[in-house]
Nanobody, 123 residues
Framework: VQLQAFGGGLVQAGGSLRLSCAVS?????????IAWFRQAPGKGREVVSC????????YYADSVKGRFSISRDNAKKEGYLYLDSLEPEDSAVYYC????????????????WGQGTLVTVSS
């Protein structure tokens, strides 16, 4: 299983970005979740959002509720994280991660990780 995150960049506060996560390696019959984590400079990695295989269950960290939106396209094997109303505090490396089965917000339960994409929000 491989994941590749892309779409990061430099944006002004109040701006928007769309991150994408390309997933490969799962069998067609397998159900897998897609999660997004982020790590800001000097801080630990934290969960941002996750979405179940069918997309019916979504989780958002309190810090991003109402500003970020997660979705996925199983036909394309891609996940997306829409970042809106960005704040300087959102600057971080964003990682997509995946696991089989039910959603989880815990890093340790995700065996598959992408390489990360950098989001920088200027004030």
């Amino acid at each position: 299983v491989q994941l590749q995150a892309f779409g990061g960049g430099l944006v002004q506060a109040g701006g928007s970005l769309r991150l994408s996560c390309a997933v490969s390696g799962f069998k067609t019959s397998e159900h897998y979740v897609i999660a997004w984590f982020r790590q800001a400079p000097g801080k630990g990695r934290e969960v941002v959002s996750c979405i179940s295989h069918e997309g019916g269950r979504k989780y958002y960290a309190d810090s991003v509720k109402g500003r970020f939106s997660i979705s996925r396209d199983n036909a394309k094997k891609e996940g997306y994280l829409y970042l809106d109303s960005l704040e300087p505090e959102d600057s971080a490396v964003y990682y997509c991660a995946s696991k089989r089965g039910v959603s989880s917000i815990y890093q340790s339960e995700h065996p598959y990780w992408g390489q990360g994409t950098l989001v920088t929000v200027s004030s």
